[in-house]
């Protein structure tokens, strides 16, 4: 079973400021199955990257990822309030695809 | 349009069963797995298995190996997560999810909160 590890655990930071958030896997990602969500409180997770680098549809272009193998990075640029929520990777290239315990990002 | 509608929240005692639902409409029910994920108050997200309803082919994750039960009827486009003895730790927020062609949830439905409590 592949454990997913995210930090920081707690980030805070201002509008227009730029969030690198990190998730490293205890093993390989097979092809790069990473994806990450966006979870805000009150509802249900919202798919922003999958295959590590690939923006779902309707995301902006101020999110973006990177990374491959066992090191992953969530890059947020120009930081918005409406950006403060729990992001989450996930990887589902082996079974059980687990999840990472979570980033919280603040904006203030 | 694409979505998954959960059934309504539940308050069960211990010991109880459950069955909870999620209806899949939009597209084709058969050729895509559905997925549940657990949400204990105030904590992450857990993956707790997957079903293909097209053949019931089922996944667990071995946390959950046992302890639920994952199924699906593709006559009513409908999968479901059941107990058969529901425990206080059982409290949870539960989401079925469905991965896109690229394996990625990327349609939720709004989740099932069960309570458990005596």
């Known amino acids: 079973e592949i454990v997913l590890t995210q930090s920081p655990g707690t980030l805070s930071l201002s509008p227009g400021e730029r969030a690198t958030l990190s998730c490293r896997a205890s093993?390989?990602?097979?092809?790069?199955?990473l994806a990450w969500y966006q979870q805000k409180p009150g509802q249900a997770p919202r798919l922003l990257i999958y295959?590590?680098?690939t923006r779902a549809t309707g995301v902006p272009g101020r999110f973006s990822g990177s990374g491959s193998g066992t090191d992953f990075t969530l890059t947020i640029r120009r930081l918005e309030v409406e950006d403060s929520a729990v992001y989450y990777c996930?990887?589902?290239?082996?079974?059980?695809?687990?999840f990472g315990q979570g980033t919280k990002l603040e904006i203030k | 349009e694409v979505q998954l509608v959960q059934s309504g929240a539940e308050v069960k005692k211990p010991g109880e069963s459950l069955k909870i639902s999620c209806k899949g409409s939009?597209?084709?029910?058969?050729?895509?797995?559905i997925g549940w994920v657990r949400q204990m108050p105030g904590k992450g997200l857990e993956w707790m298995g997957i079903?293909?309803?097209?053949?019931?082919?089922?996944r667990y994750s071995p946390s959950f190996q046992g302890q639920v039960t994952i199924s699906a009827d593709k006559s009513i486009s409908t999968a479901y997560l059941q107990w058969s003895s529901l425990k206080a730790s059982d409290t949870a927020m539960y989401y079925c999810?469905?991965?896109?062609?690229?394996?990625?949830?990327?349609?939720w439905g709004q989740g099932t909160m069960v309570t458990v409590s005596s």
């Open positions: 999810a469905r991965p896109s062609m690229f394996g990625a949830f990327d349609i």
């Open positions: 939009g597209y084709s029910f058969t050729n895509y797995w």
């Open positions: 079903i293909y309803p097209g053949d019931s082919d089922t």
């Open positions: 093993q390989s990602v097979s092809s790069n199955y």
């Open positions: 295959g590590a680098s």
């Open positions: 996930q990887q589902y290239g082996s079974s059980p695809h687990s």
